[in-house]
Nanobody, 125 residues
Framework: VQLVESGGGLVQPGGSLKLSCAVF????????VAWFRQAPGKEREGVSC???????YYAESVKGRFTISRDIGKNTFYLQMNSLKPEDTAVYYC????????????????????WGQGTQVTVSS
């Protein structure tokens, strides 16, 4: 199984980026996907998740600015990030989980079986 991320980079505050995660060897059908991030010196934190139920979850810090989506046909999922702030600077990781996730557990890293290699997002002027 391989998760290949792309789309990271340097952007000014207020700008936008779209991350992609192409998944090989693991179907997105009936399974959940998510984005996490890790800033220097901090723990990895959940950013957003689409459960197999199609319900979307977001961290409070990104609600209204980030949007998660998926293309089952391409076995790829995305994170559209708008109105970026310096505090969004981190390495972003995509991840997959078997079956459904819910509001009580989507942000737990132990629920995920496969991870991408990470892509750096830097928000700075």
């Amino acid at each position: 199984v391989q998760l290949v991320e792309s789309g990271g980079g340097l952007v000014q505050p207020g700008g936008s980026l779209k991350l992609s995660c192409a998944v090989f060897g693991f179907t997105l059908n009936y399974n959940s996907v998510a984005w996490f991030r890790q800033a220097p010196g901090k723990e990895r934190e959940g950013v957003s998740c689409i459960s197999s139920t199609a319900y979307e979850y977001y961290a409070e810090s990104v609600k209204g600015r980030f949007t998660i989506s998926r293309d089952i046909g391409k076995n790829t999922f995305y994170l559209q990030m708008n109105s970026l702030k310096p505090e969004d600077t981190a390495v972003y990781y995509c991840a997959t989980a078997i079956g459904a996730l819910y509001g009580s557990n989507w942000f737990q890293t132990t629920k995920y079986n496969y991870w991408g290699q990470g892509t750096q997002v830097t928000v700075s002027s």
